[in-house]
């Protein structure tokens, strides 16, 4: 894994990090940071899914439809879900698909 890829999970880690101390102790953070934390979990998850993009499209196209029917036939989502989140709609986008 590339470093650039490192940093966007452990961004993405933290935010949801910081997301489960809210969840435990909601009275000790103020609704500016509140909503801080949750734009800082949409950037990141966002951050990681237009790389995502980015990558999938250097792919040639029979690589493409492959990893489109093993991502489908993962269980997590179906093909479709894969294909939209990658292909459909804009490149890059402000708030996460997932």
Do not use: C, H
């Amino acid at each position: 894994m590339d470093e650039n890829w490192k940093n966007l999970e452990d961004a993405e880690d933290f935010a949801y990090f910081r997301a489960e101390l809210v969840e435990m102790s909601p009275e000790s953070y103020s609704l500016e940071e509140k909503k801080q934390i949750l734009e800082d979990m949409w950037k990141t998850s966002s951050d990681i899914e237009n790389r995502m993009r980015e990558d999938f499209a250097k792919l040639d196209e029979v690589s493409q439809t492959k990893l489109l029917d093993s991502l489908g036939a993962s269980g997590y989502r179906d093909r479709d879900w894969w294909y939209r989140m990658l292909i459909d709609g804009p490149k890059r986008r402000d708030k996460p698909t997932i």
